[in-house]
Each structure stands twice: as structure tokens, then as C-alpha cells.
């Protein structure tokens, strides 16, 4: 499949909840193809801005739009549409409370496709199985039949189904054990690579959203920060007390460096 064709630009975007700004005035942008993360304390607002991004909190100010590369032209759709929420899929922190306790994983998968109008059900379904490491002897197990990292796999495959250009991941893997946690960010970084997705990852846990993304954004009390690349995030090269806090109170992460050779 080819590169993404889509990233994604968020400028002044402001949320309020009555006299409470969550996010006050963030602005970002995400190359297409490219893995981007969000990182603060609980409170930060990093989640608001995803769910903002999607439609799921309220935008007081600001906009969002979609971003094409050099080599694509076409009109992109706007946010809130049909063609947008498509395009842009979210992955949720707990992957029990995602999942319908009372449907089949074949129902879960198959509910986004009726949505939208979407023909090929089976293809599809197998499909996205397949793409997030499960056969379809999955398809008619419940979730509570599923260990923690295979729901966080149904998770994924529910947003993938709809062939998205962006995924939005939302602390995609803080309630799995470490063991679970790695393979997930190992298929997250597959899937990116082999889909040629692009990525807005929020994360608490500096060596999680370092391993996965190139640059990130330092949020608190719903202010920006600073922007670092993830090799200066590792090497301890940023600018502010609060990402050396941050830093501190994540017990020495590691950044392992993935190669970009051939």
C-alpha cells in the first residue's frame, strides 16, 4: 500500500468547559506518515485535544484540517463529516470499556462498515484481523473471551477497518501489562510502517511515546509547553523545568533508536 497521503494541522484550538479551559490555544502540525505524541501530567489536556480533533469534546475556538502531500491534490474532506471521521479513526485508552461486552467481535467490526455504508463485510473483517496479528477464529468471540492485548488488537482492528490515513491513539496501551505493552507498540509500529499511517499518540510515559513517535508536544494545565524531537527528548536537550520533571518522574526513560536503513 502507498505512503500516507494525510497528516493532520491543528491550529488555536481551544476547549472550554464552562468557566474551565482544558486546552487554551493549541497549535500543531503532523507531516502525513509522520508519528507525533502528546505528553503531560494527568490534567494536561492531552486527551482533550484528541477527542476535540474527532468531535468528541467541544471546540471553543481554533480549527482542525487535514493535510495532503505533494503528491496528492484532491479537495480534503471537512472536520466533522462523514468523509472526515473516516479519515480519521480514534484507538481508546481501555480496551474493555471500548468493546461491547455483548457483541461478537464480528458485530464490533461490522458495526463502522453499516455506518458508513461500506459493502465488503467479509473482506474487510478479515482483513483487519489479519493486519493487527489475530485469524479469524476470532470473529465470533466475545470480550470477555479476550486477554487484554487481544481486545487492545480488536481495538485497533475496528479503527483500521475503515482504511483511515490517521490514527489517533489515546494512551493505546497504559492498561496492559509491559510484557503486552511491547507487543503492542510493535505492531502499532508495523502497522505504520506497512499502512503508511500517520499518528497522534498521547502517552503519560515518556519511553512509550518516544520509541513510537519523532517529535512531541509538552502540555500543562492545557498550555503548550515545548515542542522536542524524541532523540532530544532522550538525550535530556529541552528547555523547560516542567519536560525536566516530567522526565525525572518517569524513572529514566530509554529511547531505543530504530534504524532507517534499507
Known sequence: MSQASTG??????????????????????????ASFGIVGESG????????????????????????ADAD???????PGSKPFRRLVQMVFQDPY???HPRQTVDRILSE???????QDEQTRIERALDDVGLGGGFRFR???????????????????ILQPQ????????????????????????????????????VS??????????????????GQTVERVSAADLAARRVQEDYTRRLMQASGGFVRVVRSTGG
Open 142 to 160: 466475545y470480550p470477555h473471551q479476550l486477554s487484554g492485548g487481544q481486545r487492545q488488537r480488536i481495538a485497533l482492528a475496528r479503527a483500521l
Open 204 to 221: 503519560h510515559d515518556l519511553a512509550v511515546v518516544t520509541h513510537l513517535c519523532d517529535d512531541i508536544l509538552v502540555m500543562q494545565r
Open 8 to 33: 493532520l494541522e491543528v491550529q488555536g484550538l481551544r476547549v472550554v468547559y464552562g468557566d474551565f479551559v482544558a486546552v487554551a490555544d493549541t497549535s500543531f502540525r503532523v507531516e502525513p506518515g
Open 166 to 201: 490517521v490514527l489517533l491513539l489515546d494512551e493505546p496501551t497504559s492498561a496492559l501489562d509491559a510484557s503486552v505493552q511491547a507487543e503492542v507498540l510493535n505492531l502499532l509500529e508495523d502497522l505504520r510502517a506497512r499502512l503508511g499511517l500517520t499518528f497522534i499518540m
Open 97 to 99: 470499556g471500548s468493546l
Open 112 to 118: 463502522p462498515l453499516a455506518i458508513h455504508g461500506i
Open 72 to 78: 496528492h491534490t484532491d479537495a480534503l474532506p471537512s
Open 44 to 67: 494536561s489536556g492531552k486527551s482533550t485535544v484528541l477527542r476535540a480533533i474527532c468531535g468528541l469534546a467541544p471546540l471553543s475556538a481554533g480549527n482542525v484540517q487535514l493535510v
